[in-house]
């Protein structure tokens, strides 16, 4: 059988909707009635010029009967299937579900989204009141100066015939001590304060900082302006970062904005990465800056001024993924590692030594992008401290890229869980989608 | 007959006022301020009280009431442990390794005295 998909279910709901017999429409693209019918039981694949013509005949555009909104569906249904046996058992029929159900099943991703949202918020919750050392040390600080003043405030009181000297010693150490105690408390209060103001929803500074970088498009106008704005009254402004934490790493993500967009500014910077096809490589060399810091700038051209989003992913030293721009059709994990094989890791296996490779994400609709990854080093604590590295991968989609594409990509994927390339030789953990396809 | 006591605690005015309690009731009052090296100290010249704080540099309290229990020297010692946490588990642990007496931060100098006169007469037993 041939591969399903939902394209034809959608054909035959959108007919069904504007009331088109299947043998009017058949006729008017020109194929036989049983055959639009196979089409529209997902019984046979269909693309190019059919799809076109299909389409223009239910006055609907091509993308909207052929897959891609529906992809993130699948994977979130898919992930909700894994932890319950029942929905397992009638995984291969979730395109069906999918299908005639729209409205229920992304009331069903919604829900599931939201459910994992808040599950993760109630373990950081949890976690910053039983293991949080800011708060147990701050509270030890509290009763030890408690304790002094109250012992000496009772010496003072209680000992009729005390020492000058002593009772002079006395009134000393409960100044210092009641000093201390305001300070200790003030700390507390303002990390408490802190602490109920965060959203459940951004738990993290880091996805404080991610909510806030994705609502504002990635690119920030008053930064490139001749006299940029001071990052600090920007993050000030924003509504988004509440935290200290999120704004601390967001004026440090700012000023390296700022200083990127003063070495490559905006318009000659466009103009030269049109030119040179997004070659990281020419634009370095062009504007006289590293990799990295032309992967940051491409990722900060808005979508409207290339034609395309362009994507990028960084990660430190241990691989945790440090910041996200996602693109279309290369989905970013949230909580969960991601896929090993990006060229984001090689690159960080061998510092200074870049990486270029056509990949291909796995699912349904594979979809190239060319990827390029850096690892680049530093020494921020001097020659002799710890090196700090910093890999980043830029994700140029496929309409942009003008690089010869191999006949064979790179196969990789998001996350190992979701990923349905069951024979990975990188494989970390079963995948729920390996029994599916 | 002189009565000695050592106090095992790194926070300077909390010293001074246990010391200055004490000391008018006709304590000596010897003082110790680093975890790591008080078992060294205890076990070189035990006093007939210790008053011992959990939270302390070096090494905490309930290791080195572990380990002066395991000594012949020390294991019988009268120890008055002083924390600033809470009751439950602090408590459950001073109990386990051998604590005579359990007092929290903030206490009364009151209760301090009596608690540590207790302690050399003999009073509390190990708990």
Redesign the interface.
Known sequence: MARTSLTGSRIRERRTMVGRKQADLARAVGISPSYLNLIEHNRRRIGGKLIRDIARELGVEPAALTEGAEAALLTTLREAAANDAGATEELPRLEEFVGRFPGWARLLAETRQRATDLAHSVEVLSDRMTHDPFLSAS??EV??T???????A??LA??RDIDPE?RD??HR?MA??SARLAESAEALVRYLDEASSTEFTASTPQEELDTWLRESGFHFADLERALPMEPATLVKRSEAIRSSAAGAMAVSHLTRYRKDAEHMPLAAFQEAATASAFDPAALAARFDVNLTAVFRRMASLPKDRVGAEIGLVCCDGSGTLTFRKPVDGFPLPRYSAACPLWPLYQALSRPMAPVRRWVELGGRNPRRFLAYAVCQPSQPAGFDGPQVLEAAMLILPQELAQVPEPEQPLELGTSCRICPRAACAARREPSIMAEVF | MSKRVLLVED?P??I???R??LS?DGWSVETHLDGATAVDRIVAAPPDVLVLDV?LPGKSGFDILKEIRADPATAALPVLMLT??GQGRDRELAERYGASCFMT?????AEVLKTVNALKSGAFGRV
């Open positions: 509270l030890h009763i030890s408690v304790t002094a003043i109250r012992s000496t009772s010496i209680e000992t002593w010693r006395f150490n210092e001590e | 926070e005015n909390i001074e006022a246990i200055f309690i008018r939270m600033a946490k931060k903030p206490f009364a100098n």
